[in-house]
Nanobody
Framework: QVQLEESGGGLVQAGESLRLSCISSGSKLRFDAMGWYRQTPGKQRELVAFSRGSTNHRVSTNYTDSVRGRFTISRDNIKNSVYLQMNSLKPEDTGVYYC????????????WGQGTQVTVSS
């Protein structure tokens, strides 16, 4: 079974940094895409950062406007892991951050981690 395990969340003050890690296990194939989503209770889950590509395609990254320039996603395709460096954190960044991974073949499959809590105080 494929499992994703997030870590690195915590409580920080505005302006500080955190680095989230997502380590996968159990996959027989290299993920075609990995990324991060976040959710605050009562709100829609939001895409934070995403990385698409494989060894046969150029890797591209996407960020939501609110984090662009502050967050950086990085990925290790060999290890099927993904990381999120979060700098200059704001209270609005507070939420549960979820790791995701996708495989496109033989059919599209999406996996999710349990989530890690990030709380930013003012």
């Amino acid at each position: 079974q494929v499992q994703l395990e997030e870590s690195g969340g915590g409580l920080v003050q505005a302006g500080e940094s955190l680095r989230l890690s997502c380590i996968s296990s159990g996959s027989k194939l290299r993920f075609d895409a990995m990324g991060w989503y976040r959710q605050t209770p009562g709100k829609q889950r939001e895409l934070v950062a995403f990385s698409r590509g494989s060894t046969n395609h150029r890797v591209s990254t996407n960020y939501t406007d609110s984090v662009r320039g502050r967050f950086t996603i990085s990925r290790d395709n060999i290890k099927n892991s993904v990381y999120l460096q979060m700098n200059s954190l704001k209270p609005e960044d507070t939420g549960v951050y979820y790791c995701s991974a996708e495989q496109y073949r033989p059919f599209r499959t999406v996996y999710w981690g349990q989530g890690t809590q990030v709380t930013v105080s003012s």
